[in-house]
């Protein structure tokens, strides 16, 4: 089996699909990158990881950059995920890429499942993801929503609430809240008041 042509032509064969229904688009990539994940898994398991190295650099000659050593690597990843844990989750690639560079599958589940409940946008699910969402569960909660067992509000708030401490108070009290959000607040009428004088 030719291994490259193969996966040339499952490559090729989206872009038409693309172009002609944009409407499956969504679900054409997402076929097209489960296909060249298991043909690259394939090839890797014959010839080596390197013929991934070598198949992005022929791809990225004939087809662009888009089929960098890095794409063709998340699309192995998103087969290799897929068949173990065969989620049908109606997600986009772009949200596969955030999610396929977290090493934890729980947490993968934990944000797909997040990105099915509320919808997110890509954008959103990056936020959640750099804002440690999932790490700041606790453990009884993590438990919860790998069990499927129902969650309430209370076991989505950290206890106790951190604040951060910019300002390097030796102790956090509503005093110095209050004192903080003063300073911010000076500041910005400081700079809407020099701006006024200037252009006034």
Request: proline content about 0%.
């Amino acid at each position: 089996m030719n291994y490259y042509n193969e996966i040339k032509e499952q490559i090729i064969n989206n872009e038409i699909t693309k172009r002609v229904k944009d409407y499956s688009k969504n679900k054409s990539d997402l076929n097209t990158y489960y296909n060249v994940g298991k043909l690259l898994f394939e090839a890797g398991k014959h010839y080596g990881e390197g013929i991934i190295k070598e198949y992005s650099i022929k791809l990225t000659n004939e087809l662009g950059k888009k089929y960098s050593y890095r794409t063709l690597n998340y699309m192995v990843k998103y087969y290799s995920f897929q068949k173990m844990q065969s989620m049908t989750a109606n997600l986009s690639w772009g949200h596969w890429i955030e999610l396929l560079s977290i090493k934890d599958i729980n947490k993968i589940i934990y944000y797909i499942k997040q990105c099915e409940f509320l919808s997110l946008t890509t954008r959103q699910l990056r936020e959640k993801i750099k804002n440690k969402e999932y790490e700041r569960l606790d453990e009884k909660t993590k438990l919860k929503l790998m069990t499927k067992e129902k969650s309430k509000v209370k076991d989505f708030i950290k206890n106790p609430i951190l604040i951060k401490n910019i300002y390097n108070y030796e102790m956090i009290s509503e005093k110095n809240i209050a004192k903080a959000d003063i300073r911010r607040y000076r500041k910005f009428y400081e700079r809407t008041w020099q701006f006024f004088l200037f252009y006034c």
